[in-house]
């Protein structure tokens, strides 16, 4: 089954992609991930991305593309995947639906995580990531056993440097801008999903198992 999460940022979707991957034993496909492992190697992707990650904007189209089309070719995703970050805008839709046609797919499912402003700061304010393992926890909605170490594999925990109110701002004006227009593109596909996930994430996630069941 091939799955898109989208929603703003702090809707979930890294969390959700991470638990439903592992049920359904797809790839976890996150170009946020993606992107951060190139600017924390140095590459040159990575020296292009920064200055736009840092303040909440999105990266450019070719180099997003690009490095999505390079993660297409390993052959994990012919079975499925749960892409998560991608697309961020129309024309990133429309080079996704390229990028399957060549393989001969395409999207069966459009999870749109719904989420209010409020949450949106909270969740993100309080986020802290694993260095080593990438999982993600809160200071208060989903704390970690022991303060500032993971719980998965007992990496140090940090908080992403664009985890701060006025860059979580523009994160948000530039989701309303160019990531809002694909609900109704894939609402007019017929594979739009909505959710409310403003909620605990267990039932966000037993919803979504439902209606990939359904
Ligand atoms: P990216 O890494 O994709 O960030 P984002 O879309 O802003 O989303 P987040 O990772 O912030 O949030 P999330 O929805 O995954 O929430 P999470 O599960 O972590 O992108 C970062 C940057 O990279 C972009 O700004 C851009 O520059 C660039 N980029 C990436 N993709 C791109 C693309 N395709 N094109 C161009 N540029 C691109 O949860 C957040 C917190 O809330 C966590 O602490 C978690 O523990 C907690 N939480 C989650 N769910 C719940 C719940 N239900 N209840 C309580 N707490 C919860």
């Known amino acids: 089954?091939?799955?898109?999460?989208?929603?703003?940022?702090?809707?979930?979707?890294?969390?959700?992609?991470?638990?439903?991957?592992?049920r359904l034993k797809f790839p976890h496909i996150s170009t946020g991930d993606l992107l951060r492992q190139n600017v924390s190697a140095g590459t040159d992707l990575g020296l292009e991305a920064k200055g736009y990650m840092e303040k909440g904007a999105l990266v450019p189209d070719e180099l997003v593309n690009k490095m999505l089309a390079r993660r297409f070719d390993l052959p994990d995703v012919k079975s499925g995947f749960i892409?998560?970050?991608?697309?961020?805008?129309?024309?990133?839709?429309?080079?996704?639906?390229?990028?399957?046609?060549?393989?001969?797919?395409?999207?069966?499912?459009?999870?749109?995580?719904?989420?209010?402003?409020?949450?949106?700061?909270?969740?993100?304010?309080?986020?802290?990531?694993?260095?080593?393992?990438?999982?993600?926890?809160?200071?208060?909605?989903?704390?970690?056993?022991?303060?500032?170490?993971?719980?998965?594999?007992?990496?140090?925990?940090?908080?992403?440097?664009?985890?701060?109110?006025?860059?979580?701002r523009n994160r948000i004006e530039v989701y309303n801008k160019e990531s809002a227009p694909l609900i109704n593109y894939y609402n007019s596909a017929g594979k739009l999903k909505s959710l409310n996930a403003d909620g605990e994430a267990g039932i966000v996630l037993d919803e979504m198992v439902q209606l990939i069941q359904a």
């Open 83 to 168: 892409l998560d970050g991608y697309p961020r805008n129309l024309k990133q839709a429309k080079a996704l639906d390229e990028i399957l046609k060549n393989i001969s797919s395409g999207i069966d499912l459009v999870f749109y995580l719904d989420t209010s402003e409020a949450v949106i700061i909270q969740r993100l304010t309080g986020r802290r990531v694993c260095k080593s393992c990438g999982a993600n926890f809160h200071v208060k909605n989903m704390p970690p056993k022991q303060s500032g170490i993971c719980d998965n594999c007992q990496g140090v925990l940090y908080q992403r440097s664009d985890d701060n109110e006025s860059t979580i």
């Open 1 to 22: 089954m091939r799955i898109v999460l989208l929603g703003p940022p702090g809707a979930g979707k890294g969390t959700q992609a991470r638990v439903l991957a592992k």
